[in-house]
């Protein structure tokens, strides 16, 4: 059983993270900022619940990179980062394992802050957290 709430997760922030930019890869192209990218981490079975009828959680995880090059590039990346973090380790109850900001070596001239977090979720997509 392989679950994934990313497509939730991404239209969750997608609908209150107004005036940013959200998307699920990478762009190819530079996008407009403030950018926040979501990422599927891992996700694996959960073993402890695996019976003679099958894997019953998946244990999982999510990255968000959060993007700036605004003059107040730090404390706008930090108010959407409170943000991410109210409604993912509030209203979806997921553990906030990292978060931190991360030298964005491509361009110097662009804050990046990472965030990842994980979770058990089962196939009705019930959240557990660890």
């Known amino acids: 059983m392989?679950?994934?709430?990313?497509?939730?997760v991404y239209d969750a922030l997608k609908t209150t993270l107004v005036g940013v930019t959200v998307?699920?890869?990478?762009?190819?192209?530079?996008?407009?900022?403030p950018c926040v990218v979501v990422e599927e981490g891992n996700n694996i079975?959960?073993?402890?619940?695996?019976?003679?009828?099958?894997d019953h959680h998946s244990d999982s995880g999510l990255q968000i990179n959060i993007f700036s090059n605004s003059e107040n590039k730090i404390s706008e990346v930090k108010q959407?980062?409170?943000?991410i973090d109210t409604l993912l380790a509030?209203?979806?109850?997921?553990?906030?394992?990292?978060?931190?900001?991360?030298?964005?070596l491509l361009d110097t001239s662009i804050y990046r802050y990472v965030l990842r977090y994980s979770y058990l979720v089962d196939s009705n997509k019930t959240i557990y957290r660890r």
């Open 2 to 8: 392989l679950v994934d709430i990313t497509n939730e």
């Open 23 to 33: 998307l699920q890869a990478y762009p190819a192209t530079t996008p407009v900022f």
């Open 45 to 54: 079975n959960f073993p402890d619940t695996h019976d003679s009828a099958g």
């Open 80 to 83: 959407i980062r409170n943000v």
């Open 90 to 104: 509030g209203t979806y109850n997921l553990n906030r394992d990292e978060s931190q900001a991360v030298e964005n």
